[in-house]
């Protein structure tokens, strides 16, 4: 139980930062608001960067790009793999696995190494980025429908539906998906928190949502080069980063343990 | 055993030299002209057909790849456009020397640690230790890698001046190794919860098991009971596990390496991707790729040998 409120408090936190920061901003998130590298303060909870900009306000409009492309990603792969793995689990046989095997391949490289593929036959902006999270992500829902697809298929309500004349595309999204749908959230969580830390990772690397928009990755790279002057520019966007994964991570425990009795839950 | 060898031993090649097709056939033929990026849009018709030329674009893409890849086999990756005149072999070469201990370092520090803590962890299941451990391990899972880099910057090199900041002065250098001590330590911290959740949950699993049930019921004291007949059975996925965790870490370090400025190998697929030096990124993910497809094919003939079910055909 804990481990649900701390998870959506966690989470919840950050998030809430990131919607209210669609609305309304502390500062200007690109304007000067103060003296560079100030110290957190009541003006600026977070303090300021290097050139003087509120921290706090560019955390908030800066988690919008993060969420917005994790979000995006997750979806693409998510869907994408999802139906792959169902029709692969449905109609076994070479075809099938050899989708599977291509999806598989692509976990061979680490995803940073895969934006970096991709950087350069989409340019290093968001659509690179945005796809290669998403190739990232797809394999891990393809197996997951693939195989829970592979057992369902012979259970009776399948067998029942088929008979009454169901044709595949029925009993895929209208049997088999609904019977997948908690191990599928499950794996969304968990793909979210990763997204969320693979594109702040291809941020600092400065792949992704160009300047002079914010993003959490950039604005630690920036507060890094300054590291020796002031270190809590580089501090508060990394923690509210890793507060939003460990809330979502600590979600996809909780949702794990109850949606899934079967999976005895280590004590 | 043969039999088995050869088949896992098969399919990695095969593997891998789909992934390298794949990788040559993603970054140089469907982008289409490699030749225009090469000399930029601004430059004369003569010296883009000279480019071309040289690129031997002019020749069908099937050619080109069977071209390279009979090259790639020899050992010869071409020639890089940022660094010109280096072989791009070399370069990966000079990148390993780097990335090579470093991720070696990282994933033993994360063996060690992390297979302690998890035993410390499965030994008091469900206890206070225990559940601080698990969410310890949910920290460590949770912290962006550069971000520990920064924050270990500070600490140790800011604030303490204990260790170098940024940059490697090469082997030869005094000291060196000092440099690749906080990166390494970056690197396997997250990897230090994943080995500790991994080693507690397998352990958990053996621990309910009945040949403990009779070690215990014969009087051995718990710790034997523990590391001589529970963690020898768990050993098989841990080391299989460790094989995994260095190879992608070859390619996976990158990051990392940006955060301490050190001249491996994703400081090179870094500086390929940005500048555009095809055959330079083209080598880094060959050989990522053949790194992690060679190490899994070792820990699968590794199961395969300690455990005769698997190589049951």
């Known amino acids: 139980m804990s481990r649900l409120v701390l998870g959506l408090g966690l989470t919840g936190l950050g998030l809430l930062l990131v919607v209210l920061g669609a609305f309304w901003l502390p500062h200007e998130a690109e304007a000067l608001s103060g003296p560079p590298l100030a110290p957190p303060s009541w003006a600026h909870p977070f303090g300021t960067d290097w050139f003087g900009r509120d921290v706090l306000s560019r955390v908030m409009a800066g988690g919008r790009a993060s969420w917005a492309v994790a979000t995006l990603a997750l979806a693409a792969g998510g869907t994408l793999g999802t139906l792959l793995g169902l029709v692969a689990g449905y109609f076994p046989g070479l075809g099938a696995s050899l989708l599977l095997r291509a999806a598989d391949a692509l976990l061979a490289f680490p995803p940073v190494l895969l934006a970096l593929l991709l950087a350069v036959l989409l340019g290093p902006g968001v659509p690179g980025v945005a796809v290669a999270l998403a190739l990232f992500n797809l394999p891990y829902f393809a197996r997951l429908a693939h195989a829970g697809t592979l057992e369902l298929r012979t259970r009776e309500f399948v067998l029942a539906a088929r008979s009454l004349g169901a044709g595949p595309g029925h009993i895929l999204l209208r049997h088999a998906l609904p019977n997948l749908a908690s191990p599928l959230l499950v794996q969304a969580t968990f793909s979210l928190a990763t997204s969320l830390l693979a594109e702040a990772a291809l941020s600092y690397l400065g792949l992704g949502v160009p300047p002079p928009h914010p993003t959490w990755g950039r604005m630690l790279g920036e507060a890094q080069t300054h590291l020796f002057r002031s270190p809590w520019p580089a501090v508060f966007p990394g923690l509210v980063l890793t507060g939003s994964v460990l809330g979502l991570n600590l979600l996809g425990d909780f949702l794990r343990d109850r949606l899934d009795p079967r999976l005895r839950r280590l004590p | ?313």
Request: glycine letters at 10%; a positive charge.
């Open chain 2, 1 to 313: 055993m043969l039999r088995f060898l050869l088949i896992r031993t098969a399919a990695m090649v095969a593997t891998g030299l789909v992934v390298a097709m794949a990788a040559f056939i993603g970054l140089t033929v469907i982008p289409g002209d490699a030749a225009r990026l090469m000399v930029g849009p601004e430059a004369t018709p003569e010296r883009y057909e000279a480019a071309r030329r040289a690129l031997g674009l002019d020749r069908p893409w099937h050619a080109r790849l069977a071209d390279w890849l009979g090259r790639a086999l020899r050992g010869d990756l071409g020639t890089s456009w940022r660094y010109p005149g280096w072989p791009v072999a070399a370069l990966l070469g000079q990148g390993l020397q780097v990335t090579f201990p470093l991720a070696l370092l990282a994933t033993l520090l994360a063996f060690l640690l992390g297979g302690l803590l998890g035993v410390a962890s499965a030994a008091r299941l469900g206890q206070p230790q225990d559940l601080l451990l698990s969410g310890l391990a949910q920290l460590g899972l949770a912290l962006p890698e550069f971000w520990l880099g920064i924050l270990f910057l500070l600490v140790f090199s800011v604030r303490l001046q204990l260790l170098p900041a940024t940059g490697f002065p090469g082997w030869e250098a005094e000291r060196a190794w000092a440099h690749l001590l906080l990166p390494g330590l970056t690197l396997a911290l997250p990897r230090v919860a994943y080995f500790a959740r991994l080693t507690r949950a397998v352990l958990a699993d053996l621990l309910a098991l009945e040949f403990v049930r009779t070690a215990r019921a014969k009087g051995l004291p718990e710790g034997r009971v523990l590391f001589w007949h529970a963690l020898r059975n768990a050993l098989l996925p841990l080391t299989a596990a460790l094989g995994l965790t260095f190879g992608r870490l070859l390619g996976g370090a990158l990051v990392v390496e940006r955060v301490f400025s050190l001249p491996g190998l994703g400081k090179y697929a870094l500086e390929a991707a940005l500048g555009r030096d095809l055959p330079l990124l083209l080598g880094v993910a060959v050989l990522v790729a053949a790194a992690v497809t060679a190490v899994s094919t070792a820990a699968e003939i590794l199961y395969g040998f300690l455990d005769p079910r698997i190589r049951a055909p």
